[in-house]
């Protein structure tokens, strides 16, 4: 069974600074696509940055250049850094895993694993 907990949300200015953590258990952090989505109220969930098993990333085109994933392999940790953050990027931010694929879709059609979430404020 795979846990996926996330941390490090709060509420910070426009142009500020968060890094978001997602503790994972079991190791799947290098094996598996891993990822962050987002999601606002009303609205559906959506993909933000992913990380395929070999490293390879994508972005969402709203945060390209201002956010980072990246992953600790040793510790099964996964980040988001976000930089240069808007009001816009105000959500709740999911950990989420797709262990049956190394290659993600950056979908949430093929997650089977998520975590609670984390909220990120931002104001303007």
């Known amino acids: 069974q795979v846990h996926l907990a996330e941390s490090g949300g709060g509420s910070v200015q426009a142009g500020g600074s968060l890094r978001l953590s997602c503790t994972v258990s079991g190791h799947i952090v290098s094996k598996a696509c891993m990822g962050w989505f987002r999601q606002v109220t009303g609205k559906e969930r959506e993909g933000v940055a992913t990380m395929d098993s070999d490293g390879t990333t994508k972005y969402a085109d709203s945060v390209k250049g201002r956010f980072t994933i990246s992953r600790d392999r040793a510790e099964n940790i996964l980040y988001l850094q976000m930089n240069n953050l808007k009001p816009e990027d105000t959500a709740t931010y999911y950990c989420?895993?797709?262990?049956?694929?190394?290659?993600?879709?950056?979908?949430?059609?093929?997650?089977?694993?998520w975590g609670k979430g984390t909220l990120v404020t931002i104001s303007s």
């Open positions: 989420a895993a797709d262990t049956a694929r190394g290659r993600c879709w950056f979908s949430t059609y093929y997650i089977n694993y």
